[in-house]
C-alpha cells in the first residue's frame, strides 16, 4: 500500500534509528504506553517486545486494520523479546484505536498510573496535536516525540534567539523539553523533505499556573509576537498598559523576544491578582 503525503506517512525503515529511539525511551515491562500514528509498527513492536501495554492511535483504517498482523510477525521475530512477551496474544497488552489523534481524549485511557507517550508525530498537525496532549497533561508522565527539527529548535530556543517565539513559550509553561538527537531523512520510506529531531517533554509535576492565567499567557504572547521587535507597551496595547508592565518588574521599553516565558506568566497573573506563582 502506498504512503499517504496527506497523512504524514513517512515510516522509519533505519534499524539502528529504531534502537536509539527506544533506548532513549527506555521502556519497562507493565508500564503503559500511548502511541500516536503507529503506521507500520516500527516503533509499536520494539515497545511491545519490551513488555509494556500499549493504546495506539492511528487514522488510517487501512494501517489500522493490518496492524495486529504485522505486530504478531514481529513479535515472534523479535530476538530479543523474551518468550513470555513472544507468546502473549496481541489482545492482552495491545489496543488500536482508529481514530483522529486531535479528537482523541486520551484521560479515558488512564487506568492507575500516568502513562507514557511515543510518536512519530505527522508533522502537518504536530504543534496542534502536542497542545492537545499537553492540554491533557496530567495524563502522561513523559512524551518522547519526534518533530520536523525547525519545530524542535523553536521549542528548545532561548529568549532573544531569532527562532524563540509562541511556541517555545507555551510550550515552557506546559513542559520541560529535552533535546535528544537528529534524525536524517534516509531514515525513513518514502523519505521527507526534511530533517527530524527527537525530543523528551516532560509536563511539570505542579503546573506553572492554572488554565485562565496559562490562556491569558497565551493571548499575551499572540499579540505581542505579532510585532515582536516592537516595544512591549506597543505590543501590548488594549491588553495592558504600560503601567502594569512595570508593576511586575519589566521594563515596558523591552521587545517580547527577549521576555523569558517567566514573565510572560507575570503578565498574565495581572488580570488575576490572587493567583500565586511559583518562585
Ligand atoms: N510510527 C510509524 C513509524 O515511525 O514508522 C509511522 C509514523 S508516520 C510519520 C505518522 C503516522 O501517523 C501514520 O501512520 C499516519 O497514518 C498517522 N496519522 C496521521 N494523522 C493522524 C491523526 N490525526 N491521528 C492519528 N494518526 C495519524
Redesign the pocket.
Known amino acids: 500500500m502506498k504512503a ?1 503525503k496527506h ?6 525503515v533505519d534499524g539502528n534509528i529504531i534502537r536509539k529511539i527506544i533506548a532513549a525511551i527506555g521502556p519497562r515491562p507493565g508500564e503503559h504506553f500511548v502511541e ?5 509498527g ?2 509499536t513492536v520494539p515497545l511491545l517486545a519490551a513488555g509494556v501495554r500499549l493504546d495506539a ?4 483504517t487501512d ?1 489500522a486494520r493490518e496492524l495486529p498482523q504485522r505486530i504478531a510477525a514481529g513479535l515472534a521475530a523479535n530476538t530479543s523479546s523474551s518468550a513470555e512477551t513472544r507468546h502473549s496474544t496481541d489482545s492482552d497488552r495491545f489496543r488500536i484505536h482508529c ?4 479528537q482523541f481524549d486520551f484521560r479515558q485511557l488512564v487506568s492507575g498510573n500516568a502513562m507514557r507517550l511515543a510518536a ?1 508525530l ?1 508533522y502537518n ?1 504536530s504543534t496542534p496535536l502536542l497542545f492537545h496532549l499537553l492540554d491533557q497533561g496530567t495524563a502522561f508522565s513523559d512524551l518522547h516525540v519526534m518533530l520536523q527539527k525547525e519545530v524542535g529548535d523553536r521549542m528548545v530556543s532561548e529568549p532573544g534567539n531569532k527562532v524563540y517565539g509562541r511556541l517555545t513559550i507555551a510550550i515552557a509553561l506546559r513542559c520541560s523539553v529535552e533535546r535528544l538527537f537528529d534524525i536524517q531523512p534516509g531514515s525513513f520510506r518514502p523519505a521527507p523533505k526534511v530533517e527530524s529531531v527527537m525530543l523528551r517533554l516532560k509536563p511539570h509535576a505542579q503546573p506553572l499556573a492554572d488554565d485562565a492565567v496559562l490562556a491569558r499567557a497565551d493571548q499575551l504572547v499572540a499579540q505581542a509576537f505579532t510585532m515582536r521587535r516592537k516595544r512591549l507597551s506597543n505590543g501590548l496595547r488594549g491588553l495592558l498598559t504600560p503601567a502594569e508592565i512595570r508593576s511586575v518588574d519589566l521594563d515596558d521599553g523591552d521587545r517580547p523576544e527577549q521576555l523569558a516565558p517567566q514573565a510572560w506568566l507575570r503578565l498574565a497573573a495581572l488580570a488575576n491578582p490572587t493567583t500565586r506563582l511559583p518562585e
Open positions: 499517504r497523512l504524514g506517512q513517512n515510516f522509519l500516536i500514528g503507529p503506521g507500520r516500527a516503533l492511535i492511528e487514522i488510517d494501517l481514530a483522529n489523534a486531535l512519530n505527522p498537525i
